[in-house]
């Protein structure tokens, strides 16, 4: 089972730091694995607008709010995201109001800014506005301010989210909207896994009271890499720690046990129910296997950069080497 851990966010709620995620779950498939996964036993479900599949997943939650017995609302921590096509002031509360409708509930226990990039808003539901000069690649909006976006954040209501963070943001951006607007985010979900450890964003986000929540946490990538759980560092881990604890210990338990290491949470994905089942099942990591998985992190790499995406999105989000030629920036302040 799980050890069934939370931290406290600074807005007063707590959040499990293990989690299930949705993001590249098809229609068709998200709605048996979110059901399955809070039969489990998950407590926190990661979603958002752009994965295009909130419906599914609100049929998944209120089956097993009928099915699983003594499961209510309260007991599970919700999150979404706000998609950058909706990052104007005076679109935030309807693109919160849009999801909450989609997935059928009252409200979320946690909405994040998905990136520090905003796109042209050409109605609620244009996610990918193409560049009207090239096809290729999204069209960029520099008319609002991550300040302007993270400020309307902090004015949601209550009543429709208990607490608010972003995603995907460096150092520097965070630095811009808690100088800006005195509103510290409850959490920054990112990119983390043995390879991209990010020693300088874990102090920062520690120092702040910030919750990191690592998203790729096996390395999931479009560039044909294998998995972390698949490398024969992991495997060897999983095996010696199998031999060691007197039970089946996976590739997978070490990387989520990993993650977790400093109170930040984790939300793998997968719509297999044995899958599921098997990543609840949280192994405790010894000191040599700590150690031989941040040597993994000497030569970092990152696997998630939008100007890969396609559409390609112009823009220079992490001052990565891949991002040197992007014909915008980040707009911190207008």
Not at 18 to 27: F, I
Not at 226 to 245: M, T
């Amino acid at each position: 089972m799980s050890f069934g851990r939370t931290v406290l966010l600074n807005s007063g709620n707590r959040i499990p730091l293990l989690g299930y995620g949705t993001w590249q779950s098809k229609p068709g498939e998200v709605g048996a694995g979110v059901f399955e996964a809070l039969k489990a036993g998950y407590r926190h479900l990661d979603l958002a607008k752009v994965y295009g599949n909130q419906r599914e997943v609100g049929q998944g939650i209120k089956k097993a709010l009928q099915e699983v017995p003594g499961l209510k609302r309260e007991d599970i921590f919700i999150t979404s995201k706000l998609w950058n096509n909706n990052h104007k002031p005076e679109h935030v509360e309807a693109a919160l109001d849009d999801t909450l409708e989609e997935l059928g509930l009252d409200y979320l226990d946690l909405y994040l800014i998905h990136w520090p990039v905003a796109f042209k808003h050409h109605g609620l539901n244009v996610l990918f506005p193409r560049d009207p000069q090239n096809e290729e690649e999204v069209e960029i909006s520099q008319e609002v301010s991550i300040v302007q976006t993270w400020k309307a954040m902090t004015e949601l209501p209550k009543t429709k989210t208990r607490s608010v963070g972003v995603s995907n943001y460096s150092v520097e951006h965070l630095e811009t909207i808690i100088n800006e607007t005195g509103v510290v985010p409850a959490v920054n979900q990112v990119e983390r896994h043995p390879r991209l450890p990010n020693p300088r964003l874990v102090d920062y986000l520690k120092k702040k009271g910030i919750v990191l929540t690592a998203y790729s946490a096996f390395g999931n990538n479009s560039q044909g890499l294998p998995l972390l759980v698949a490398i024969p560092e992991v495997k060897a881990i999983a095996e010696r720690l199998s031999a060691a604890q007197g039970k089946t210990v996976t590739p997978a338990q070490v990387i989520l046990a990993w993650s977790q290491i400093g109170g930040h949470s984790v939300i793998p994905k997968s719509v297999t129910a044995t899958r599921i089942r098997e990543n609840f099942q949280e192994v405790e990591l010894d000191e040599e296997a700590v150690k031989e998985l941040d040597k993994l992190g000497e030569t970092p790499a990152r696997f998630n950069v939008p100007v890969n995406y396609k559409p390609k999105w112009n823009i220079n989000v992490y001052d990565d080497k891949l991002e040197q030629n992007t014909k915008y920036q980040v707009v911190q302040k207008l």
